[in-house]
């Protein structure tokens, strides 16, 4: 929570700068070897827990408005964002009116507006990705999705609202670029899969289907190494992936 | 375009009861018998053409305004809206900015805002659907998508991005209920499929793929009359159907 100087400041400046009623939220999710997390921030003098957030300027794009909302809060930058949805109960935002309200007059006050957030969901390798809290925040850290903190506002609906548009995601759109290594072979493609859905998938399913979305090249070469008989190596065939990025999978209509 | 005194009473309305930066635009697109059309209304006036869209009251849901203003501007009821995107280009409300700017000074001016706009859609049968103008439009019509009149501000783009997203969820999401008969043929179904994505579609992948979804029952009688060979009708399997838009499609992951 801000003090009262803090909040006079904050709320003066906001006035000033920012377009009233509309805020972002970005939903972060990182993968690392069969392990997905959340990225979160704690509020200075609140020990609570938010998505990283913030607001638009007045003649800002809403996409840019992400970008920079995102690296603010967290140090991230060039991490590809999709819109997904806005979220606009009226009540949403009353938690925040009503911590705020008795500190300073409502024409003043930034927080009794009334705040749609329009959600922005990405999903990186959190092994490369550090991220560090800004002035406002305390903390900024990776969340275990299964051990997650209470989040403040409506932010738990925000994160289940994107996570399960990522699953949809999984059946038009490819998805792993970046996160896995340059060549990498069909368990470790499936792993992130797996790990995603929260399920068990059938081997030979996955493979069938994967390789019908015509994303994958075979590399020549099986890897070296292990007692096992060595698995097929692919990689992302880029000019594909991209497409079907856009137009959804050519096993599609 | 409003005339100086309705563009004073309108704005005097609107800073009263709507939240300012932010409005709603609907793309009903309407099929019948292998014909896909989008409703647009023409404003008083001006001759033009847009989707049909207005404000949010302040105290508003998103999903009830944009019922609302589909209700008012075109008198359809109980039609199944979902938000696909929010549109928020700095530049994209200068027209109206322009328009209206002599006429009233900024402060009084609604126009003189930027506005965000949520864009929401639907598929419905147009057959069934009999839109009446309110007392703002001149005409609302169902329109061809391939003989469209000029849209104006970034209208077009909405209903291009509107038109993608139906195409995409084609591919994870079933589509068809409330559009085809109680019971169809798989030829019938095929059509709505083919209308929608503007492509031929090969007859026995159609019937592979759509039948692996499980989202359809076979009647027991196949259809009466005709000189070839009878055939099977279908009926939507209604408890696989809605799993499968909340879930996407069994065949999924």
């Known amino acids: 929570m801000l003090t009262k100087k803090e909040l006079k400041e904050y709320c003066k400046e906001a006035r000033e700068n920012y ?24 509020v200075k003098n609140e020990g609570e827990w938010y998505l990283p957030g913030g607001f638009m300027f007045k003649e800002e794009p ?11 809060r967290t140090g991230l930058d060039e991490i590809f964002l999709q819109q997904f949805h806005v979220f606009g109960a009226p009540e949403r935002s009353k938690e925040h009116f009503e911590m705020y309200k008795d500190m300073l007059p409502a024409k003043e006050n930034w927080f ?5 957030t329009i959600g922005y969901y990405a999903l990186v390798d959190f092994f490369n990705v ?4 800004d002035a406002l925040a305390t903390a900024c850290t990776w969340c275990d999705l299964d051990d997650l903190p209470e989040l403040k506002l409506d932010h ?3 994160l289940k609202t994107a996570l ?5 995601q999984l059946n038009y759109q490819p998805i792993g670029y970046n996160l896995m290594p340059k060549e990498f072979t069909m368990p470790e493609l499936q792993k992130l899969y797996e790990t ?11 493979q069938r289907r994967m390789l019908g979305f015509g994303i994958l090249n075979r590399s020549e070469q099986p890897r070296k190494g292990g007692a096992h008989k060595a698995p097929y190596l692919y990689s992302f065939d880029l000019q594909n992936y991209k497409a079907a990025l856009t137009e959804g999978f050519k096993g599609g209509w």
Chains 1, 2 share one sequence.
């Open 130 to 133: 550090n991220p560090m809290p």
């Open 112 to 116: 009794t507006n009334r705040f749609l």
């Open 156 to 158: 738990a609906l925000i």
């Open 19 to 42: 377009l009233p009623h509309i805020s972002i939220d970005c939903v972060v999710f990182g993968f690392h070897e069969g392990q997905l997390k959340v990225l979160l921030v704690s």
């Open 62 to 72: 809403i996409e840019t408005a992400a970008d920079r909302i995102l690296k603010e």
């Open 196 to 206: 995603i859905l929260d399920k068990k998938l059938d081997r030979r399913n996955f």
């Open 164 to 168: 399960d548009t990522l699953r949809l």
